[in-house]
């Protein structure tokens, strides 16, 4: 069965610092891998998803990851945080029978 | 487009009680799905649908029932309300039922059940 692990419930950080989401999967087979972010009291927005070929995938508002099959991972980053970026963020996974799995969500703190 | 909508945005229940869940979408999107978002447990699937008339379970079925008659609807079904139904709700939907397809949610219906 597929999981999704995101380490870390809570990640804070500067404004203008790295961000830096962990998501790892496990799968035999290398998944679909998708980020979400969730804005209070809002639905979910997809920020990336990779399918197939590149591995280094970018995202709206300057997020990018990265899908590492010998590390089974698929980090989030963006260079410089802004306030805006304040939200919770998801990392799925989907298999062969389109059911996506959910990690447990990182919130993420922006300080000015 | 409206993309998906979700009717109610809140619900207020007493145990037993019955319910459904809106969702729709005018999109012509063929697959369509529910999850729940618990406090600490990321979004669960409930049930999904990859076009009308079939729907299949997800990975937390029970107490809930879907049906689809329609492309555009896809309603989810409490028959008998219990507190751990306490929950947020969203419905997604996309073109077909393959992952290169985005997902779209919707905004979600926060349910509590006393």
């Known amino acids: 069965a597929q999981s999704v692990t995101q380490l870390g419930s809570h990640v804070s950080v500067s404004e203008g610092a790295l961000v830096l989401l962990r998501c790892n999967y496990s799968s035999s087979v290398p998944p679909y891998l998708f980020w979400y972010v969730q804005y209070p009291n809002q639905g979910l927005q997809l920020l990336l998803k990779?399918?197939?070929?590149?591995?280094l995938v970018k995202g709206i508002n300057g997020f990018e990851a990265e899908f590492k099959k010998s590390e089974t991972s698929f980090h989030l980053t963006k260079p410089s945080a802004h306030m805006s970026d304040a939200a919770e963020y998801f990392c799925?996974?989907?298999?062969?029978?389109?059911?996506?799995?959910f990690g447990k969500g990182t919130l993420l703190t922006v300080n000015p | 487009n409206a993309g998906v909508t979700q009717t109610p945005k809140f619900q207020v229940l007493k145990t037993g009680q019955s319910m459904t869940l809106q969702c729709a979408q005018d999109m012509n999107h063929e697959y369509m799905s529910w999850y729940r978002q618990d406090p600490g447990m990321g979004l669960r699937l409930i049930h999904y649908s990859v076009g009308a008339g079939i729907t299949d379970q997800g990975e937390v079925p029970n107490g809930y029932n879907v049906s689809r008659s329609t492309t555009e609807d896809f309603p989810l079904r409490l028959l008998s309300a219990a507190p751990s139904q306490t929950s947020v709700y969203f419905c997604?939907?996309?073109?077909?039922?393959?992952?290169?397809?985005?997902?779209?949610f919707g905004p979600g219906t926060r349910l509590l059940v006393l």
């Open positions: 997604a939907s996309s073109y077909s039922a393959g992952f290169e397809e985005t997902q779209y």
């Open positions: 990779y399918t197939t070929g590149a591995t």
């Open positions: 799925a996974a989907g298999g062969s029978n389109y059911k996506l799995t």
